[in-house]
Nanobody
Framework: HVQLVESGGGSVKAGESLKLSCVAFGGTYSSYRSYCMAWFRQGPGKEREWAADVARDGTTDYSDSVKGRFTVSRDNAKNTLYLQMNSLKPEDTAVYYC?????????????????WGQGTQVTVS
């Protein structure tokens, strides 16, 4: 059973940067590297929304709201997913979740992902 643990959230001012990490426990190296991994976020009073994903071949995709500012990456040797967030805006304030899907394909909807972290708070003022 795969468990995901995020870290790196915090409170920053607009224009600053943060880097989130998500470590996968319980799976094997060969299984993790085959997963689609994604970042979702949920702002106050909003639904959870997809922000970015990275497929097993390293292909990345971003929502329009974060494209050009956020970079998603993965280190399969460390079972770790990252989200580098630059030029942060107040509207980026949210709880950020990493999610995993045991498939080569990535999807935008949260229901496609079986594995979830507990979330890490990002606050931009």
């Amino acid at each position: 059973h795969v468990q995901l643990v995020e870290s790196g959230g915090g409170s920053v001012k607009a224009g600053e940067s943060l880097k989130l990490s998500c470590v996968a426990f319980g799976g094997t190296y060969s299984s993790y590297r085959s997963y689609c991994m994604a970042w979702f976020r949920q702002g106050p009073g909003k639904e959870r929304e997809w922000a970015a994903d990275v497929a097993r071949d390293g292909t990345t995709d971003y929502s329009d709201s974060v494209k050009g500012r956020f970079t998603v990456s993965r280190d399969n040797a460390k079972n770790t997913l990252y989200l580098q967030m630059n030029s942060l805006k107040p509207e980026d304030t949210a709880v950020y979740y990493c999610a995993g899907r045991d498939d080569t394909l990535c999807y935008l909807g949260p229901s496609y992902y079986a594995y979830w972290g507990q979330g890490t708070q990002v606050t931009v003022s």
